[in-house]
């Protein structure tokens, strides 16, 4: 009788210390997207010069002539700085979130990337948001190279929604290198993006640390939590090579390589493709010949595929191609 009277009591504060644990917890999740300030963001003027020397006149006057924010917002409770564009005349307009590349430092948005690149977007009458990731530029916590700061990535969806003039039912992705392999696992959890596209994505972490050993020891290692003892499932979860079939079957993908990348070796994104193609994912491939990692060769065309890309599916959300084989 005692022992039973001591063991409903143990359950029973138990119980209590469960509840109170999701009384603290679940506000803060809760939250996740909540933005907590929004500032108005000025170009710097030698970016606003460069901006008018690097482009022609009218696509300078759009890009410059956009409306730029700092945001500070929640993520797993933490807060986490991203950048906001979005075009000057009133509307609704389709949203492409931009994934940065890089670590930490390395690679994060700058006035000139805000301006030259995100600016570029949001000047196809694009609401444009982009995130530096947990722990960078202010922002809380310590991101984990495709870790739990995914979160940080899908929560600008609940940020978007607070945005009067974010079309949320038009949501597209795109990213470079890390934000290649950001924009898949993005997509493997989620079938919000009407739309992505990857430029050099990491997507087969065990060739990217074979080729680059420095990318395990300064990079995986350090940012990678318990890597040491996980790095087998770590290297995979963070290996769209390994999981292609999982994402969302109706996002179509535009993935762009450079034939002379050293960052991310080309046949990581054939190896992708290979990938996508075993199990009919809708997808558009464009090796260029001779470009680095950022395909600077060939930026003008590279956008013009992006832009062609999202405007077809994005913006006026065309019809999915039939991936069966069919014709004469």
Not at 88 to 94: A, D, L, N, R, T
């Amino acid at each position: 009788m005692l022992k039973s009277f001591i063991h409903q009591s143990y359950l029973m504060k138990k119980l209590i210390l469960v509840l109170v644990l999701l009384h603290v917890i679940y506000p803060i999740y809760a939250q996740d997207g909540k933005i907590i300030t929004k500032e108005p963001y000025v170009l710097p003027d030698s970016v606003v010069a460069m901006i008018k020397t690097r482009h022609d006149e009218p696509i300078a006057s759009k890009i410059l002539g956009l409306n730029y924010s700092r945001i500070t917002y929640l993520s797993d409770g933490l807060k986490v700085t991203a950048y906001l564009i979005e075009p000057q005349e009133p509307g609704k307009y389709p949203c492409i979130i931009s994934n940065r590349g890089g670590n930490r430092d390395f690679g994060q948005w700058t006035p000139l990337g805000i301006g030259r690149s995100l600016g570029r977007l949001a000047s196809w009458d694009y609401v444009v948001i982009a995130s530096q990731y947990r722990g960078n530029d202010g922002g809380e916590g310590k991101e984990e190279y495709g870790g739990k700061d995914v979160d940080d990535v899908l929560n600008l969806v609940q940020v978007l929604a607070q945005i009067p003039k974010a079309d949320t039912s038009r949501i597209g992705m795109e990213g470079t290198s890390r934000g290649g392999m950001m924009t898949y696992l993005a997509l493997k959890r989620s079938c919000r993006f009407k739309a992505a596209v990857v430029t050099a994505g990491l997507a087969n972490a065990f060739k990217n640390i074979a080729s680059r050993p420095n990318m395990e020891k300064n990079v995986f290692s350090q940012l990678i939590p318990n890597y040491n003892t996980t790095k087998e499932t770590s290297l995979k979860e963070r290996s769209a090579v390994f999981w292609a079939d999982q994402l969302c079957p109706t996002t179509p993908i535009l993935l762009m390589q450079g034939s002379a990348d050293w960052r991310v070796l080309p046949e990581e994104s054939m190896e992708m493709l290979n990938k996508l193609y075993e199990c009919r994912h809708p997808v558009r491939f464009i090796l260029y010949e001779g470009a680095d990692h950022g395909i600077t060769e060939y930026r003008e065309e590279k956008l013009a595929e992006m832009k062609r890309h999202f405007d077809y599916y994005l913006r006026d959300i065309k019809k999915l191609p039939n991936m069966v084989p069919h014709g004469d």
